[in-house]
């Protein structure tokens, strides 16, 4: 069974810093892609960043571009995401996915097969 878990999320203050962790696990897939999504109260879920297995390519969104940075530990089937310079617009749940035997970067939910629980960051003003 395929799981994905999230950590790292928590309240911080605007122009902080926090890193969340996707550990997954169940899966022997070389060919796989990781994104980070989020969903704000009221709002659709949006892709936030992802990365490919096979070359390591990125995608980040243009509203996280050059504040966040997605990163990937093959060895330990983790994914992570730096995230600097936080702004309350930031305040969301944050879950990562999980797209199999698709490796391309792509930031759309609905191409995404599994899912974590999510992980509560909030920024305060």
């Known amino acids: 069974e395929i799981q994905l878990k999230e950590s790292g999320g928590g309240l911080v203050q605007a122009g902080g810093s926090l890193r969340l962790s996707c550990a997954a696990s169940?899966?022997?897939?070389?060919?796989?892609?990781i994104g980070w999504f989020r969903q704000a109260p009221g709002k659709e879920r949006e892709g936030v960043a992802c990365?490919?297995?096979?070359?390591?390519?990125?995608w980040h969104a243009d509203n996280v571009a050059g504040r966040f940075t997605i990163s990937s530990d093959n060895a330990k089937n983790t994914v992570y995401m730096q995230m600097n310079s936080l702004k309350p617009e930031d305040t969301a749940v944050y879950y990562c996915?999980?797209?199999?035997?698709?490796?391309?970067?792509?930031?759309?939910?609905?191409?995404?097969?599994?899912w974590g629980q999510g992980t509560q960051i909030t920024v305060s003003s």
């Open positions: 996915a999980e797209r199999i035997g698709r490796s391309a970067v792509v930031g759309r939910p609905d191409e995404y097969d599994y």
């Open positions: 169940g899966f022997t897939f070389d060919d796989y892609a």
């Open positions: 990365i490919s297995s096979t070359d390591g390519s990125t």
